[in-house]
């Protein structure tokens, strides 16, 4: 079985940035350099039939280059306990305009719909049972912003869990089909 999700890979100097700001939160198990993506859709688990068949379907997927900037923090939890430090990204609509072909990429390999809400961010910590308080850290970057960049690829991408954490390996990348505005 392989484990997937598609996903944008963010240019080498706004992960940089990022790195730079993972660091004052106890508890935080932050993610490397490797690991920084911004999700498109997760696919979960699928046998190698499938893998193959979405690799196909993805390749159909047409779409122009558009420029995103990351803008804030944040984070997720789940009643009331945090498990997600993300930074968010603007503009919405494109990257919600691509999750949707994503998605239907995956419906057209014999996936299930995504019926979950997309919200775009880049995950930059994951937090257990034990977190230390995350005020400051949350008050220093609230404003963080990046330059613009130009998304002009996305990527299947598979996912490897062992006991120090997730490694991710590119399976193929798909590249926007008009010229780089």
Not at 7 to 14: G, L, Q, S, T
Not at 69 to 82: E, Q, Y
Not at 102 to 115: H, K, T, V, Y
Request: hydrophobic share 45%; net charge neutral; aromatic share 8%.
């Amino acid at each position: 079985m392989h484990r997937l999700f598609i996903a944008i890979r963010p240019p080498a100097e706004v992960r940089a940035g990022l790195l730079t700001l993972m660091h004052g939160i106890m508890g935080a198990r932050w993610q490397s350099d490797d690991q920084l993506h911004l999700t498109l859709r997760f696919v979960g688990e699928v046998d190698r039939h499938q893998a193959n068949d979405l690799a196909d379907a993805l390749g159909k997927v047409r779409f122009s280059p558009f420029e995103i900037a990351l803008s804030g923090v944040g984070c997720f939890d789940r009643k009331g306990h945090v498990h997600t430090l993300w930074a968010g990204v603007q503009p919405r609509d494109p990257l919600a305009q691509l999750h949707r072909k994503a998605d239907r990429a995956c419906i057209q390999a014999g996936l299930s719909p995504d019926d979950r809400s997309y919200f775009p961010h880049v995950t930059l910590a994951r937090f257990g049972r034990a977190v230390g308080s995350m005020d400051a850290f949350m008050a220093r970057h609230a404003g963080l912003a990046s330059p613009s960049f130009t998304v002009e690829d996305f990527a299947l991408f598979e996912s490897h869990l062992s006991q120090a954490g997730s490694t991710y390996h590119m399976i193929e990348r798909y590249r926007a089909d008009a010229p780089i505005p």
